[in-house]
């Protein structure tokens, strides 16, 4: 595998299940950033892991709970979502935070029923 | 604060046209970073150039070619000879040190274009 992974694809999920989504990057980074895309809104910054610490979050609600157990994997957890948390669900990851390039994985499509 | 202005929501050219996309950012700083990506519709960004802002050059990359001109804070995309597979929405994107936060990025609205055969 190369670049940033993300795990699944897609997913339809009822208000009430609960669901991870994973992220993996091989290209040895140290930062990884969650964005959430909505259906004609800008891209959302969501949280941001540097060197497994978290150093952002950006008023997300208590229902997406990121977990980063190392510098090459971030999930974020949902739990008890409402239909408008449906959208693409992009991570990213960075050599550094100041100025360094966000490479994207290809994103998780997310339908919350 | 910063701020990324595309104009353009939507260009529809035909192919082997050249295109322009427009972007226009502000920002206080006196050091910041500039991106623009390309979003397919299996929906992955991907990274085609970032220009720190005391390089002025401008860069070219095949077809592609990028025009950073600070005096009028814009740094625009154009493609040569679009074909089918340019199809995308494009975004350009600003980091700077606003609100203490270096590294975040702000992304325009994007542009759709749509190449057509």
């Known amino acids: 595998e190369t670049g940033v992974t993300q795990t699944p694809r897609h997913l339809v999920m009822g208000m009430t299940n609960k669901k991870s989504l994973k992220c993996e990057q091989h290209l040895g980074h140290n930062a990884m950033y969650w964005y959430k895309q909505s259906a004609k809104k800008p891209l959302e910054l969501m949280f941001v892991?540097?060197?497994?610490?978290?150093?952002e979050n950006n008023s997300v609600p208590s229902r997406f709970s990121p977990e980063c157990p190392n510098s090459s994997h971030l999930f974020l957890h949902l739990h008890t979502l409402q239909p408008e948390d449906s959208a693409l669900y992009l991570c990213?990851?960075?050599?550094?935070?100041?100025?360094?390039?966000?490479?994207f994985g290809p994103g998780t499509r997310l339908l919350v029923l | 604060a910063q701020k990324v202005t595309q104009a353009q929501t939507e260009i529809s050219v035909v192919e082997k046209e050249d295109v322009t996309l427009d972007c226009v950012y502000e920002?206080?700083?006196?050091?910041?970073?500039l991106f623009w990506y390309k979003q397919p519709p299996s929906g992955e960004l991907v990274f085609l150039i970032r220009?720190?802002?005391?390089?002025?050059q401008n860069e070219i990359s095949g077809r592609y070619s990028w025009n950073f001109q600070k005096s009028t804070s814009s740094f625009n995309f154009t493609i040569t000879a679009s074909q089918v597979v340019d199809s995308a929405v494009y975004f350009c994107?600003?980091?700077?040190?606003?609100?203490?936060?270096?590294?975040?990025?702000?992304f325009g609205k994007g542009t759709l274009l749509t190449v057509n055969p």
């Open positions: 920002t206080r700083d006196t050091t910041y970073y």
């Open positions: 892991y540097n060197f497994k610490e978290q150093t």
């Open positions: 220009r720190n802002s005391f390089d002025e």
């Open positions: 994107a600003l980091s700077d040190s606003s609100g203490g936060s270096n590294y975040k990025l702000t």
């Open positions: 990213a990851s960075s050599h550094k935070l100041q100025g360094g390039t966000q490479y």
